[in-house]
């Protein structure tokens, strides 16, 4: 139940058009960005207290096509057809995916579930998968945006820790392993910084924010196992991210002709 729970869902959907004199913004990726674990939901896992949901009006920011998808890869982004949101009038774009890719979830429900022997194979198994596979398949999505929002600016999110060690063991893990899992979760935003660097987007990092506020702790901003979003932020770990992408983006200024003023 919960790697079904942790599994981020699939389709789309759009805003209304942007006024010429606000920043248009367009909104990719998985259940990270959907807002999913928050209901009720529309269509893909998509909720009113997603992030770019939050960011409409902020820095004169026009949401204009909410596409995120639970459950999206890096593949069936393109596949599922978030790309087409995006145009030569895209100001910016916020972006999480990356997760999906390497079975994060597996790792998470063998570490919560299943032995000390099976939580190492299946960290190591990811780990493998996030240093080995998701660069290529980042770099690849990345170029993709930039082609398809040529005169954008791309923020793309990481992904928080979801457990907090300080506050002991969590269901049939130990300290020692929810430490492991917040080590491969570090691996996995490091990777995604690192290829936002190279497309020459600006990565934003959510994992101080979450200090503290794992599923395991006693004010928990992560979901737990018994949630049917199971892993995923609560209310006001979306907050979380709307202030970590706002403090980011900082003053965007709307087109004038056809180009940033």
């Known amino acids: 139940m919960i790697a079904a729970a942790l599994v981020l869902v699939g389709s789309a ?25 928050v209901p009720p939901y529309e269509a893909c896992g998509r909720s009113q207290s997603a992030y770019p949901v939050q960011l409409d009006g902020r820095h004169r920011l026009r949401l204009d096509d909410f596409v995120a998808c639970a459950g999206a890869t890096t593949t069936s982004l393109v596949s599922g057809g ?8 895209t100001d910016v774009v916020t972006l999480t995916v990356g997760g999906n890719d390497v079975g994060w979830s597996t790792a998470v429900s063998a570490c919560l579930g299943g032995t000390d022997a099976q939580c190492a194979g299946a960290v190591a198994l990811v780990d493998g998968r996030i240093t080995n596979e998701l660069p290529a398949l980042l770099d690849t999505v990345y170029a993709q945006v930039t082609a398809a929002a ?3 600016r791309v923020v793309v999110t990481g992904y928080p820790r979801l457990f907090s060690p300080e506050h002991g063991p969590y269901l049939a893990a130990t300290t020692a392993e929810l430490a492991t899992l917040n080590a491969a979760a570090d691996t996995l935003d490091a990777v995604i910084a690192a290829a936002a660097g190279r497309a020459g987007f600006r990565f934003v990092d959510v994992r101080a924010r979450f200090d503290g506020h794992g599923a395991n702790a006693p004010e928990a901003w992560i979901l737990g196992a018994s949630d049917p979003g199971a892993f995923h932020p609560t209310v006001e770990g979306y907050r979380a991210y709307t202030a970590a992408v706002n403090s980011a983006l900082g003053p965007v200024k709307p087109r004038c002709g056809g180009h940033r003023s």
């Open 150 to 152: 040529p005169n954008a």
């Open 82 to 89: 978030q790309l087409a949101a995006l145009d030569a009038d």
């Open 13 to 37: 959907g759009g805003a209304a058009s942007a006024s010429p004199s606000r920043v248009v913004l367009d909104a990719l990726g998985d259940s990270y960005a959907s807002g999913y674990g």
